[in-house]
């Protein structure tokens, strides 16, 4: 049963490409969740998503990020036009169910670097 | 939200037992008390979750004082590997759609 798969694992970016990150959550987890881990900070939560729709995005900057979770397929961060800043690791997380009495499954995280 | 307060680090000897506590004085009758941890350059770890009772698993156990106001997670014999930072969070079981919020956590060293 394999876990949170996030890819790839590494990403390097020039500023002003585009960066798009993947996360298939675990099997049978329609719950996913995006954090973002600056160099030597904190997890700050950006977005959560369920099949088709964004529950909340409170987290997530208004402009150039962006992210989907399709009917089929993984679950995509997208960052525009990216800039030195947004280098970071992004983790993704899924759970069965959005209920506070459950816990989430991380994944391995992808680590971008914008050079 | 209600929050929680840990202590910023903490030292332990190899193969000695670990208590990490954690102050939650605003928590509500439906917080569920969860404990995850981020090895170095890793993605978090659940490591467990609890209501009221104490609870054991082959990671760790938490023990939940009677006013649930605090808690307690307790590696049985601390190993290298467990060096990280562990996160006690708080989460509503009945708020659908509440994200976990990652404090800054206490940073465990383990001491050969």
């Known amino acids: 049963n394999a876990g949170v798969m996030q890819n790839p694992r590494h990403l390097v970016r020039r500023r002003g490409q585009e960066a798009r990150l993947r996360c298939s959550p675990m099997?049978?987890?329609?719950?996913v969740y995006w954090y973002r881990q600056l160099p030597e900070e904190g997890l700050k939560f950006m977005v959560y998503?369920?099949?088709?729709?964004?529950?909340?995005e409170s987290g997530m900057p208004k402009e150039r990020f962006s992210a989907e979770f399709p009917k089929e397929g993984p679950s995509i961060l997208r960052i525009q036009q990216v800039v030195r800043g947004d280098s970071a690791a992004y983790f993704c997380?899924?759970?069965?169910?959005?209920?506070?009495?459950?816990?989430?499954?991380f994944g391995s995280g992808t680590r971008l670097t914008v050079v | 939200d209600a929050k929680t307060t840990q202590p910023n680090s903490m030292e332990s000897n190899e193969e000695e037992p670990v208590h990490l506590p954690c102050n939650h004085s605003?928590?509500?009758?439906?917080?569920?008390i969860h404990w995850y941890r981020q090895l170095p350059s890793q993605g978090p770890e659940y490591v467990i979750h609890?209501?009221?009772s104490n609870v054991n698993n082959r990671m760790a156990s938490l023990a939940i004082a009677e006013d649930r106001k605090s808690s307690t997670l307790i590696l049985h014999r601390a190993t290298l590997r467990d060096a990280a930072v562990y996160y006690c969070?708080?989460?509503?079981?009945?708020?659908?759609?509440?994200?976990?919020?990652f404090g800054p956590g206490t940073r465990l060293s383990v001491l050969p």
């Open positions: 997380a899924s759970s069965p169910v959005g209920k506070g009495n459950y816990g989430y499954t």
């Open positions: 099997k049978g987890h329609s719950h």
């Open positions: 998503l369920q099949k088709e729709n964004i529950i909340d």
């Open positions: 605003t928590i509500s009758g439906t917080d569920y």
């Open positions: 609890g209501l009221t």
């Open positions: 969070i708080l989460r509503d079981r009945d708020n659908y759609g509440q994200n976990f919020v």
